[in-house]
């Protein structure tokens, strides 16, 4: 029976993305190889316990929901993440993946609405972008910004021109919170004509950066 080492698996609504403010299940993977320098789940970088397939999908099935997001710390940096994905899908749920960027997503069930970083850089961690992953997005698929400033901001714009993003999949700029004034993330987008997606974290605007929710 395949395990997984997991933090947290908790029921709230999606904070961002496309599902955003559905009800949703979180199963959040332990470990991750990267550090940004804003990362909000440092948590999840070490502990966890290692859970078996089934006591997972019970877990999730106990809440009821139709939405399941897996996310870290860096859920592909387990082996086993893939196939939790596809019987997530084989389970019937809308399953979404958060990924940092910096490993293949090419192996992920293609049911999977992946929602993947492209790494800014404010994070530190911008060299480990893997950047033959965008051959692989879909319309089904989100690529994400998080941006700190203004260089940031103009990097994410070249980046977004360069590949073009835009005709693969859903562009989301994200402000790093209570660093960039969300008004200015939002000022930027409009002035440059930018077809992308602005979000915020609701899940913050409604609990904080409280664990589990
Ligand atoms: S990839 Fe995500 S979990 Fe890992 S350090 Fe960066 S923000 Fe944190």
Known sequence: MPKLRITEIFYSLQG????????????????????????????????????EFDEILDQVASYGARHVTVTGGEPLAQADCPALL?????????????????LDISGVDPRVSRVMD?????????????YS??????????????????????????QVEQWPLTGRCDVLFSPVAGTLPPTQLADWILR????????????????GNEPGR
């Open 192 to 207: 440059d004509r930018l077809a992308v997606r602005f979000q915020l974290q609701l899940h913050k605007l409604l609990w």
């Open 118 to 130: 492209l790494k800014t850089p404010s994070s530190g961690e911008l060299e480990r972008n893997l």
């Open 133 to 158: 992953n965008i051959d692989h997005l879909t319309v089904h698929d989100q690529v994400k910004f998080v941006i700190a400033d203004e260089a940031d901001y103009e990097w994410s714009k070249a």
């Open 16 to 51: 961002e993305s496309a599902s955003v403010g559905w009800p949703t299940v979180f199963v959040r993977l332990t470990g991750c190889p990267l550090r940004c320098g804003y990362c909000d789940t440092t948590y999840a970088f070490k502990g966890g316990e290692w859970r």
């Open 86 to 102: 596809s019987a997530l899908c084989d389970a019937g749920y809308e399953v979404s993946l958060e990924t940092s960027g910096a």
